[in-house]
């Protein structure tokens, strides 16, 4: 009786305290949950079938339960797989519940991804954080998913490739800026008609530069007209 009464106010409790903005750590809470899950479980197997003493292995230990479903409850609540299960083979110190604890993780995970994203990925909507899913999901049509793996680079690039060289004119710079709308330009070095890349410089890098002048090179007798140097 006493852990059906502890169960739902803790969990209430938990759930309240994970939401708000202190410190209060959601892997204790979502392990002791999970745990007088399992325990009343096994109260329940207890009562139902008694208590065996004949053979060690014939007798049902609630504990057992708890552990079991201290590690479902954690695993489908943060999708949790490999390093959950050695955590709890290490908090025990006891191997023969690996594969049972194994089983129990992976079918919470399942049934998690079934039902909703994790409760990590909850948070970040909450808190209005953008974060990328672990598979990109691009519809074409509005129907057939596409599949970005069998994709190359020269399907999405434009062509010829927009590059800026070590030394540039200031004019050049600013017509490049001016005329496209490319957030990044290779840069490279000619030499005997090789060219080497040597980087990439964002359109933010390059309005930077053109608002300071020393980094301008003066020099007439190389140009007539002011360069920048990224080298």
Same mark, same amino acid.
């Given at each position: 009786?006493?852990?059906? #009464?502890?169960?739902?106010?803790?969990f209430i409790l938990a759930s309240w305290a994970a939401g708000t903005s202190i410190s209060s750590g959601v892997v204790i809470p979502k392990m002791f949950i999970g745990g007088l899950m399992g325990r009343i479980v096994g109260?329940?197997?207890? &009562?139902?079938?008694?208590?065996?003493?004949?053979?060690?292995?014939?007798? =049902?230990?609630?504990?057992?339960?708890?552990? #079991?479903?201290?590690?479902?409850?954690?695993?489908?609540?943060?999708?949790?797989? =490999?390093?959950?299960?050695?955590?709890?083979?290490?908090?025990?110190?006891?191997?023969?519940?690996?594969?049972? #604890?194994?089983?129990?993780? =992976?079918?919470?995970?399942?049934?998690?991804?079934?039902?909703?994203?994790?409760?990590?990925?909850?948070?970040?909507?909450?808190?209005?954080?953008?974060?990328?899913?672990? &598979?990109?999901?691009?519809?074409?049509?509005?129907?057939?998913?596409?599949?970005?793996?069998?994709?190359?680079?020269?399907?999405? =690039?434009?062509?010829?490739?927009?590059?800026?060289?070590?030394?540039?004119?200031?004019?050049?710079?600013?017509?490049?800026?001016?005329?496209?709308?490319?957030?990044?330009?290779? #840069?490279?070095?000619?030499?005997?008609?090789?060219?080497?890349?040597?980087?990439?410089?964002?359109?933010?890098?390059?309005?930077?530069?053109?608002?300071?002048?020393?980094?301008?090179?003066?020099?007439?007798?190389?140009?007539?007209?002011?360069?920048?140097?990224?080298?």
């Amino acid at each position: 009786m006493s852990l059906l #009464i502890v169960l739902p106010c803790y969990f209430i409790l938990a759930s309240w305290a994970a939401g708000t903005s202190i410190s209060s750590g959601v892997v204790i809470p979502k392990m002791f949950i999970g745990g007088l899950m399992g325990r009343i479980v096994g109260r329940i197997m207890v &009562e139902a079938f008694g208590v065996q003493t004949d053979l060690y292995w014939s007798w =049902m230990d609630p504990g057992a339960f708890a552990l #079991i479903g201290a590690a479902a409850f954690f695993g489908g609540v943060s999708r949790l797989t =490999m390093s959950l299960t050695v955590i709890m083979v290490e908090l025990t110190n006891d191997v023969q519940f690996l594969l049972l #604890i194994m089983v129990a993780i =992976m079918v919470s995970k399942w049934v998690g991804d079934y039902v909703t994203h994790p409760f990590y990925h909850a948070q970040l909507e909450l808190k209005c954080i953008p974060f990328l899913d672990s &598979e990109p999901v691009i519809l074409f049509d509005g129907k057939r998913n596409l599949n970005l793996e069998l994709f190359e680079a020269c399907h999405i =690039m434009s062509s010829p490739v927009l590059i800026i060289e070590t030394k540039v004119r200031i004019s050049d710079v600013a017509k490049l800026l001016l005329e496209t709308s490319h957030c990044g330009f290779p #840069i490279v070095k000619k030499s005997d008609g090789v060219s080497t890349f040597f980087g990439l410089i964002t359109r933010t890098e390059l309005s930077v530069l053109l608002c300071h002048e020393e980094s301008f090179d003066l020099d007439e007798s190389l140009s007539p007209l002011p360069t920048v140097d990224y080298s």
